[in-house]
């Protein structure tokens, strides 16, 4: 029990005074000091070690009352209050007054069943007006997230920039976006032309064409096996950075993504590096002149399988 | 309390003017309150550093605020009105770069913050709820970094962003969706940067000052952990009041910040690359300097193929920031010495060097790209 303000205090040879304040340790959260008025000498500091019992309101000392009186005045100016100072959880530690200050419960507020019917009507009440607003939030927030696919066939050059076989020749286009209201813009993209040597085809196609199906399944295009162009999305299947054409000290020319370092052959097959995936084949197709047409699509990266986004 | 006495002199226009706000909100009760918060074992420069994140925040509100007078976010301005601020608003090329160098700035400071807490034990009872609440602190700070090098526009932004999102995307369940909510489509343009400037400048910085608020209160909740070791006795002979001690090393240690960000913005002022395309022409994209090491990491073979790349760019940074957050409750030791716990003294160093590690190593690598 901690001893109480206007407590008693009693020494071995009789009462000498009442405890006037009581001073805190503000790291152990305890009661340090007793401040004791004594009888109209003056104020004792005296130490919780010099008490021997503490009951109601009576603190009973080790000491008598000339050694309490020998101790050296208390000095108000050494301290602070409790509402000066931020000592945390220090009302849960101290209880020393003799008794609570109090302020009258209102008469209508006495009824603890209508108490908790509010609170509960409080919840219902933001809830009817917080749950209707999830969706249409969530709807006008995800307004442009899915767009549908295009399969438009965007010019993008002439056969006749590959010179060499079996080597990474980039290509550069513009396509026209429409984003939201905004007016129609252009960007800037690329892909990768290879003109395959047979065995290159075959790593590619393994004898098979390669169909191109959009998002219900229906066929889009196919690329015939022994059409020696190859149209590589210039999106790294790794982590979608831009790859480029490379010579490498040992595995020679490749095609090597500058960001984590994945490595693939003329055929899009991974050498090296962290990619899942070989390089994205797009439809391409070349007309008599040399002209070349792709259907610009895009591929989620880091996957083993392709999943079109775009 | 200590109310001065009257010197019969009649009290100016600025006392009137405080006594009258004091009678009302009981201004020197609040201001006393605030300082005289006992530091166990006195004040010590190791615990300057969350004052200074809220310096850098103060100062990072500050200047982009300033940058809004000027910047655009819509894609065929956002990179036009950045080269504006840099090169014909007058002292925009300081203002950006203190932004941005700031930026950084923080991201050491929580480091340093958080190692502190760690280090110290300060986690552990009854501070529980500081460490998560801090946590979720330190992910919007990474967010900031991470939204706002999109706004430049330029290839660096574009690249980062491409490559940041694709890393979201590989969230089990979730990760289509947040890629696709985060770039408000398939791929980056108009409508990432608009969602990226809203949660740069609106979204990240409300939910800071919520949390961080949240933060100081519990941390005044609980109190100060103060130092591992020394008995009651000798903390008690240590210990000081906030003010005027610690107030004094945090208050030295802002002006510091200030002058290492100012001297980089001074030295190193932000340079933008070519405008963003999706075409990077000669450019080798590259993350900021922070998240250098999770770049490089993820070439690493261990992480290739599906499988490794969900546990590189989710798997790992997932557990490890789980274990943060189950670390207080699992570690109910109440030893806060660091040298008394191997462990934990161990798993920081790892980190700490791994981290290290891997960011050097990225920069190393850059002269082999060419």
Known sequence: MQPQLKSKVRCTDGEVGEVSKVIMDPLSHDVSHLVVSMNGEGERQVPMGAVLTVANDVVELRSSSSEILRLPPFMREDYVTLHEVEIPGLERHIHVTPGEVLVPFPELERNVKRRIFFAKLTYATGLFIGLPLVFPVMKFLMKPMYASLDNRWLKIGNTGKVKTDDVGVQFQYKRTVKEAYLPEAEIEKNVWLVKATSSVLEKVYQGKDMEFRDATGRAVWTNKKDMPYLAFSGKCPHLGCAFKWRKHKVLGQVFLCPCHLSIYDASGKVLDGPAPRPLDLLPIQVSANGDVQIIDMEFKAGTKSQTRIV | ?370
């Open chain 2, 1 to 370: 309390m200590n109310d001065t006495p009257s010197s019969g002199a009649q009290p100016t226009v600025a006392e009137k003017v405080f006594t009258f706000v004091d009678e009302r909100v009981g201004l020197k009760l609040l201001a006393a309150k605030m300082l005289n918060e006992a530091v166990p074992g006195g004040s010590r420069w190791a615990y300057v550093f969350g004052s200074i994140l809220l310096f850098i925040f103060g100062m990072q509100a500050l200047t982009g605020v300033l940058l809004m007078f000027y910047y655009v976010p819509t894609a065929d301005h956002a990179y036009a009105s950045t080269q504006f601020i840099l090169h014909d608003v007058d002292y925009g090329w300081f203002l950006l770069s203190y932004h941005f160098w700031g930026s950084s700035a923080m991201v050491l400071c929580v480091f340093a913050h958080m190692s502190q807490v760690f280090l110290w034990g300060a986690y552990k009872k009854p501070r529980e709820l500081i460490w998560l609440v801090g946590l979720l602190l330190f992910a919007i700070v990474m967010g900031f970094g991470f939204t706002g090098y999109l706004l430049p526009w330029d290839q660096r932004a574009y690249w980062a962003t491409t490559v940041g999102v694709e890393i979201m995307d590989k969230m089990p369940v979730l990760g289509d969706f947040m890629a696709r909510f985060l770039k408000g489509g398939a791929t980056p343009g108009q409508m990432t940067l608009s969602r990226f400037f809203v949660i740069h400048v609106m979204v990240l910085p409300a939910s800071l000052i919520a949390l961080a608020g949240l933060h100081l209160f519990l941390f005044r909740c609980a109190g100060p952990a103060g130092p591992f070791r020394g008995t009651p006795t000798e903390l008690k002979a240590k210990t000081d009041y906030f003010f005027p001690r610690q107030i004094w090393k945090d208050v030295v240690g802002m002006a510091v910040v200030f002058a290492c960000i100012s001297a980089m913005a001074f030295w190193e002022p932000v340079v933008l690359l070519e405008e963003a395309t999706p075409d990077p022409g000669d450019y080798h994209p590259e993350p900021e300097w922070y998240f250098l090491f999770m770049f490089q990491h993820l070439r690493l073979k261990m992480f290739s193929g599906e499988f490794g790349q969900f546990l590189g760019s989710i798997g790992l940074p997932s557990a490890l920031g789980i274990m943060l957050v189950l670390l207080p409750f699992f570690d109910r030791d109440s030893e806060r010495n660091i040298f008394k716990r191997p462990l934990a003294l161990i798993g920081w160093v790892v980190l700490t060097a791994s981290i290290l590690l891997f960011t050097v190593s990225a920069i190393i690598n850059r002269d082999f790209l060419d």
